[in-house]
Nanobody, 121 residues
Framework: QVRLVESGGGLVQAGGSLRLTCAASSAAIIRADLMSWYRQAPGKQRELVASIGRTGTTNYADAVKGRFTISRDNPNDTVFLQMDSVKPEDTAVYYC??????????????WGQGTQVTVQG
């Protein structure tokens, strides 16, 4: 079973920066294909924030374009979300999501447990 573990969440002032990390852990991982960050604010639907393909192509929600950057380290099966110029409306639980190919299950989608980001201001 693949486990996605997010880290880096916390409290940050408006205008500041935060870097989220998602590490995919499994001895069976052959490759991670599409990796994404989602977020869910209180009373809101979960929404896609950013995604990155295995070769590095990226896509961003309009609300974060120009402020957030998604990147990945394929050898370590890790994806990052660099959050700059954060706003109070960025406050949410951020979830890592991955379409991951393993020796056991072929390709499946996995969710992380989420990490809280709170922006003051």
């Amino acid at each position: 079973q693949v486990r996605l573990v997010e880290s880096g969440g916390g409290l940050v002032q408006a205008g500041g920066s935060l870097r989220l990390t998602c590490a995919a852990s499994s001895a069976a991982i052959i490759r991670a294909d599409l990796m994404s960050w989602y977020r869910q604010a209180p009373g809101k639907q979960r929404e896609l924030v950013a995604s990155i393909g295995r070769t590095g192509t990226t896509n961003y929600a309009d609300a974060v374009k120009g402020r957030f950057t998604i990147s990945r380290d394929n050898p370590n099966d890790t994806v990052f979300l660099q959050m700059d110029s954060v706003k109070p409306e960025d406050t949410a639980v951020y979830y890592c999501w991955g379409m991951i190919h393993t020796a056991i299950h072929n390709t499946r989608a996995y969710w992380g447990q989420g990490t809280q980001v709170t922006v003051q201001g």
